[in-house]
């Protein structure tokens, strides 16, 4: 049983930049969840996306989008990089609203 | 909005020992109080969970506690192992707003054997 997979693993990019993550969630579940982990610090809220559409949004700017496919696989796209942006962002899946997240290990993004 | 506090930051024990780690919430609407713990290189891992309209859970070596009334929920470890070593971050939600989690800053657990 596969649990939540995302790619790439790594990345870096310079400022000013794009960037795509990408997140496949757990079978079975249809709910997709994008925090962002600076180092020593823990997930903060991006935004959450069921049935395709983005459902609740943290306190992030609009440089921060994202989709979420009919297999319920979801994109986090970032534009116009920043230093600040350099972090782990990772991805969570549930079997509905409300209900218990699982992690991927996460995308660690680096700007230079 | 809601605001999670964790302490201690660091808990350095010996194997065989007890390990607590507390946290504070903010929100009274918040109902659903989830565990994660996070080994070097990976994401978080759910471990533990509890809702408000339970008091206390445990899943072998590891409880959880609630309470309300002064909204704050710990986590115990029992008979602690080196690979127990990792950190922990507990989180806060209110399920009614759709579950979106708000973190604690972490702890840091050490194990020494």
């Known amino acids: 049983d596969a649990g939540v997979t995302q790619s790439p693993t790594h990345l870096i990019k310079t400022r000013g930049q794009q960037v795509t993550l990408r997140c496949s969630p757990k079978?079975?579940?249809?709910?997709v969840s994008w925090y962002q982990q600076a180092l020593g610090q823990g997930p903060q809220f991006i935004f959450q996306?069921?049935?395709?559409?983005?459902?609740q949004r943290g306190n992030f700017p609009d440089r921060f989008s994202g989709h979420q496919f009919p297999n319920y696989s979801s994109e986090l796209n970032v534009n116009a990089l920043l230093l600040g942006d350099s972090a782990l962002y990772l991805c969570?899946?549930?079997f509905g609203l409300g209900q218990p997240q699982h992690f991927g290990d996460g995308t660690r993004l680096s700007i230079l | 909005g809601e605001n999670v506090e964790q302490h201690p930051s660091t808990l350095s024990v010996q194997e065989g020992d007890s390990a607590v780690i507390k946290c504070t919430y903010s929100d009274s609407a918040s109902n659903y109080f989830p565990w994660y713990k996070q080994e070097l290189g990976k994401g978080p891992q759910l471990i533990i969970d509890i809702r408000s309209n339970v008091g206390e859970k445990k899943d072998q070596r590891i409880a959880v506690t609630l309470n309300k009334t002064a909204k704050h929920f710990s986590l115990h470890i029992t008979e602690t192992q080196p690979e127990d070593s990792a950190v922990y971050f507990c989180?806060?939600?209110?399920?009614?707003?759709?579950?979106?989690?708000?973190f604690g800053k972490g702890t840091k657990l050490s194990v020494k054997p």
């Open positions: 079978s079975g579940h249809d709910t």
């Open positions: 969570a899946s549930s």
């Open positions: 996306y069921y049935e395709e559409e983005e459902r």
């Open positions: 989180a806060a939600s209110n399920e009614g707003s759709q579950g979106n989690l708000i």
